[in-house]
C-alpha cells in the first residue's frame, strides 16, 4: 500500500512523495523531511544516542496526525507544524488519503526550547538555540545560556506532542502564534515528532525509551 499526503487542501492534486515521511523507532513516532535530496543531505544525528536509530525507518500501518509543511527561503529552510484532519476514507486500491490543514487548537500550551528561569511554558515565545553570555537574562531575551531545538506541545484535551528538529546549527523556534510551531534554520533537517500520545508523561517516557539527547553539543559563549 502505498500512502500520499497533501500539504495543502488547495492544493490537494499536487501530493507529496511517499518517502517524505516515514516511521522511527516504534509506532507514533515519524521522521519528515523536506525531500527525498534533503534527507541524502542531512548531517548526522547528535541527538539520540544510537545515530542510525534516526535513519532506519521501521514497518508500521499507523499515517501521522500532525503534518510540518517545509519551504526554503533565503537559503533557510522554514517548517511549519499544523494539525491535519482526514477529510475522506483510507483507499488501500486508489492509494490516496485527502488531507485538510488546520492550525493547533487554541488553547495549546508550549514548553522546552531550552534553559529558562521563572515559568516553563514558552507560549508566544520566540526563541534562537544560539547560546550566548545572556547578561541581563529577562522575559524578553531570545537567547538561553543552553537551549535545544524541541517543544513539548501540550494539547487542551491533555495529549501531547514532542518535536525535535534534529540540527545543531543556530535555530529560530517561533512560537509567538500560539496555534503553531515554527523552526528556522540552514538547510538540510530532518523534523522528529512523538505523539501525539494521551498525556505528557507517555510523550517522556517515549522520548526517554528512544534514547534521545536532549542537549545541544558545547558550544563557546559569545561576549
Not at 514548553?111 to 508566544?124: I, K, P
Not at 534534529?166 to 538540510?188: H, N, V, W, Y
Amino acid at each position: 500500500m502505498q500512502l500520499y499526503l497533501c500539504v495543502d487542501v488547495k492544493q490537494h492534486q499536487t501530493p507529496l512523495r511517499e518517502n517524505d515521511f516515514s516511521p522511527y523507532l516504534e509506532d507514533g513516532v515519524f521522521r519528515f523531511d523536506c525531500s527525498a535530496k534533503d534527507r541524502d543531505a542531512v548531517f548526522p544525528t547528535l541527538s539520540f544516542i544510537n545515530r542510525k536509530s534516526r535513519d532506519v525507518p521501521i514497518l508500521s500501518n499507523k499515517a501521522p496526525l500532525y503534518i510540518p509543511s517545509f519551504e526554503c527561503h533565503l537559503g533557510q529552510q522554514i517548517v511549519k507544524l499544523e494539525v491535519c484532519l482526514f477529510s475522506c476514507s483510507l483507499y488501500l486500491l486508489i492509494d490516496l488519503v485527502d488531507l485538510l490543514l488546520v492550525k493547533l487548537p487554541t488553547g495549546t500550551s508550549f514548553y522546552g526550547t531550552g534553559e529558562v528561569s521563572g515559568q516553563l511554558e514558552r507560549t508566544e515565545r520566540r526563541v534562537f538555540t544560539w547560546n550566548t553570555d545572556a547578561w541581563g537574562y529577562g522575559p524578553e531575551t531570545t537567547s538561553l545560556y543552553q537551549s535545544h531545538p524541541w517543544v513539548l506541545a501540550v494539547l487542551p484535551n491533555g495529549e501531547a506532542l514532542w518535536i525535535l528538529a534534529d540540527t545543531k546549527r543556530r535555530c529560530e523556534i517561533d512560537l509567538i502564534m500560539g496555534c503553531r510551531i515554527q523552526f528556522i534554520a540552514a538547510p538540510s533537517f530532518p523534523i522528529i515528532t512523538f505523539g501525539p500520545f494521551p498525556s505528557a508523561t507517555d510523550v517522556l517516557n517515549y522520548f526517554y525509551a528512544s534514547k534521545v539527547v536532549i542537549r545541544l553539543s558545547p558550544m563557546p559563549l559569545e561576549l
